[in-house]
């Protein structure tokens, strides 16, 4: 397909520069190149490939980042009903449906735009993370935001009410230490890692996903077991509970 210009399907030379991260959601998947640009593929119907157009595609498509106004792009999360990528400056972008506020925003956006929530607004972000209904950012601060869906207690802000603006998470179970990294997953589980390489995860918990019983409407620590005491945390998967310690 070389020789194609931006309007459609990227050439398949595209990997020769090598993917930089990625984002996968049951129907679509999304990258982020080295050549720092975003590229989606698949399902559609809702903006999802993040172009002024509602066609499905089975090429790789570019997504139209214009509004991120030459800033590099460095991670990117794809949810049930959206997707948000973050830049090198700490600024999010997200887009497609906003019927539940996942975009942290009441409108649509058929491609990124700036998350410009009030919340959000004066401060830099460092991680993003979202999945299902909700969203969570991660400040240079080391505060956490979730928005949206809390009907099983995926905001782990100790309440079970839906929010339309970012609301604080709980943080009772690390205190003053900074959180570093947080990883969502698509059965709502939130894992939160501090400065310290210690693991946090709050949500319903029907199947033991926080390794205690009963449901966590607020992060608790988890129990290592002397797995990765001691170790950095490199990475985790949530919807398979793997973690990456070295």
Known sequence: KAGWDDSGPAP?????????????????????????????????????????????????????????????????VNGLDHSIILDDRGSAYSYWNSANWMLARSWDNTIPALVDNWVLMNTQLTDISAWNWFSMFLTTTGQVFSVWENTAWQLCNDTTTNQTFPVSVN?????????????????????????????????????????????????????????????????????SWAIVAG
């Open 171 to 239: 943080t009772e179970a690390w205190g003053t230490k900074k959180i570093k990294k947080i990883y969502s997953s698509i059965y709502g589980t939130t894992f939160f890692v501090d400065q310290n390489n210690d693991i946090y995860g709050c949500w319903t918990n029907a199947n033991g996903e926080l390794w205690v019983t009963g449901q966590q409407l607020k992060p608790i620590l988890l129990d290592s077991t002397d797995l990765w005491d001691g170790k950095y945390i490199k990475s985790i998967d949530p919807a």
């Open 12 to 76: 398949i030379n595209l990997w020769i520069s090598g993917t930089a991260t990625m984002a996968v959601w049951g129907n679509f998947t999304s990258y982020i190149k080295a050549d720092n640009k975003v590229y989606a593929v698949w399902k559609n119907d809702k903006w999802q490939l993040g172009r002024w157009t509602t066609t499905d595609s089975l090429e790789v498509w570019l997504v139209d980042i214009t509004n991120l106004w030459e800033k590099k792009p460095v991670s990117i």
